[in-house]
């Protein structure tokens, strides 16, 4: 795993006599990618990440000196769209299956015979900065448990469009919340 390539570096490092620092990964990440899409950016920034093994808000002060302001509780946004595609019996596809759970939900209305009206799914944590996604699987798995076996396509596609739904309003509602909280800081 990653562990390993990281001891790797580092002995290879330490054999050149190179100087070696700490750091996390995901705060250079961060900052590549966002001075490599703005060559303008100035610090400070915040930066939502989301890929890979990653949910985080961090703010970047400088190219040393970052502050997680809220990390995931349980699971990452990735893992569980990836739970409830696979929780959904959806195909893998080719991309994976958060990507075939998005796919799903950009299926028109003008496609579909009937969509059920599925209750929202509630937002975890409210008004705190920190974010839970295995809340928001677990309601896909709810709904899946009170419905008749096979599950209709409909009832698909309306579960996952309230699981994407209630996923990006979770980010909506963190970064909102990191902002009125920086912005009150000054």
């Known amino acids: ?10 002995n290879a490092a330490k054999s050149l006599a190179a100087p070696t620092f700490s750091s996390e990964h995901y705060a250079h990440e ?48 990735g893992r569980a769209f990836d739970k409830a595609a696979r929780a959904l019996g959806l195909s893998l ?7 075939t759970l998005e796919e799903l939900c950009r299926v028109t209305n003008d ?14 944590m409210s ?6 996604f295995a809340s928001l699987q677990s309601s896909v798995d709810r709904y899946i448990s009170l419905m008749e076996e096979p599950l209709p396509s409909s009832h698909k596609i309306a579960s996952a469009r309230a699981f994407q739904t209630a ?14 909280k920086l912005e009150l800081k000054g």
């Not at 008004?127 to 839970?132: E, I, P, V, Y």
């Not at 996923?167 to 009125?180: F, I, V």
């Open 111 to 124: 496609e579909l015979e009937f969509l059920p009206d599925i209750q929202p799914f509630t937002v975890p």
């Open 167 to 180: 996923a990006a309003r979770q980010l909506c509602a963190k970064l909102t919340l990191s902002l009125q």
């Open 1 to 10: 795993g990653i562990g390993g390539c990281f001891s790797v570096g580092s």
């Open 127 to 132: 008004g705190k900065l920190a974010f839970s």
């Open 30 to 77: 961060s900052i590549s990618a966002s001075t490599c899409l703005d060559s303008s950016a100035q610090f400070p920034f915040l930066t939502l990440l989301i890929f890979g093994g990653h949910t985080l808000l961090l703010l970047a002060s400088s190219l040393t000196s970052f502050q997680i302001l809220a990390t995931t509780a349980d699971t990452t946004t």
């Open 93 to 99: 596809g080719t991309r994976g299956p958060g990507a």
